[in-house]
Structure formats: structure tokens, C-alpha cells
């Protein structure tokens, strides 16, 4: 199913049609949850691909920092483990939970594990690359920490480097609350 939905986000584009909403795409919560994204609407989406094994790892205490400073004024910081960049990721759902919050008191949502590259590319991955590319024009996720900022409205502002550390990314967080 997730291949089928992927080739027709590729596709709608091109044939002139209207593409999904962010906030139709359905996603799995760390606990295996199945909930839709229009959960999110009118709030600010920080969406990120995690790893808990990473040379980025650190940026979650900030992008905790940024949920409790925010979080209440409207934004979401949505955390996606992916196992796609070195093995960084190889736990399980329980394991990168508790990796999480024992270690970094994560609060912000987090969801089970995707791939945001290749043919098991999940759909939200295919409507945030296809939204807002890379450097170059690429769309490919090029390693963990890549960010998405999405507006109230479910517009994805813009594409963040995994080395853009999540302090540097308040200011577009306050323009959009």
C-alpha cells in the first residue's frame, strides 16, 4: 500500500491534479498507533528523521527545548526514526523510546520507525520532499536530522540541513506561531 500511495503522490503532480494534504497522510505513533496528521491542523509542525546513534543525536535536547517553549503557543515537533544512514537507528520502537526519554527527557511526539529514501519511502517523506528539495534541487534525504517546518495551513515552509541546529530554526518558529 505504501508503494502504491507514493507512486500516486509522484504522479498527481505531473498529471495537473491537486496534491494530498499533509493533513491526510496517516502515521504510526512509537506505541504503534495508527493516527492521521490532521491531528496537527493549525498548529506548526517541526518534522524530523531521528537517530539515536548519530553524530546529530544531541539535537534532540534542543529540539525538546524548542517543544517546551513552544508547544503551547501552537507548535509540534514530530520525531521520525529512520535506520536508512549507517545503521543509526537499529532499535526497536520500545528501545528508541526509552533511548529518548532516558536520555534526553523527550516529550515531543515520536513516531515508529520509516524510511524516508528509496522504494519503502514513507508517503509523509514523498510529500515533504516533493514540497521543499535539498541543496542542489535534490530531493533525497541526505542523512538523520534532516527538518521539515510546515505552517498552520499544512504548507511545508522549508527544508532544514541535518546540521542546522534546532536553536536556529526558532525564529522561523515565532514568525509562523
Known amino acids: 500500500m505504501n508503494k502504491l500511495l507514493t507512486i500516486l503522490l509522484f504522479f498527481i503532480p505531473l498529471l495537473g491534479v491537486s496534491q494530498t494534504s499533509i493533513y491526510d497522510i496517516k502515521v504510526k ?4 498507533e495508527e493516527i492521521s496528521l490532521s491531528k496537527y491542523k493549525n498548529k506548526v509542525m517541526l518534522i524530523v528523521n531521528v537517530a539515536s546513534k548519530c553524530g546529530f543525536t544531541y539535537q534532540y535536547e534542543g ?34 523510546k526509552e533511548f529518548c526519554s532516558l536520555t534526553y527527557d523527550v516529550k515531543f511526539d515520536m513516531f515508529s520507525k520509516i524510511d524516508v529514501n528509496g522504494d519503502d519511502t514513507h508517503p509523509l517523506y514523498t510529500y515533504l520532499k516533493s514540497s521543499q528539495s535539498g541543496l542542489f534541487g535534490t530531493e533525497s534525504i541526505k542523512w538523520n536530522f534532516t527538518k521539515f517546518l510546515v505552517d498552520k495551513k499544512g504548507r511545508v515552509i522549508k527544508r532544514y540541513a541535518p546540521s542546522t541546529n534546532p536553536s536556529e530554526i526558532e525564529n522561523d518558529i515565532k514568525e509562523l506561531l
Do not use: M, R, W
Open 29 to 32: 505513533t512509537i506505541d504503534n
Open 63 to 96: 529540539l525538546e527545548k524548542l517543544h517546551e517553549k513552544y508547544s503551547a503557543k501552537g507548535l509540534s515537533v514530530l520525531g521520525f526514526p529512520c535506520n536508512q544512514f549507517l545503521n543509526q537507528e537499529q532499535g526497536t520502537n520500545k528501545d528508541i
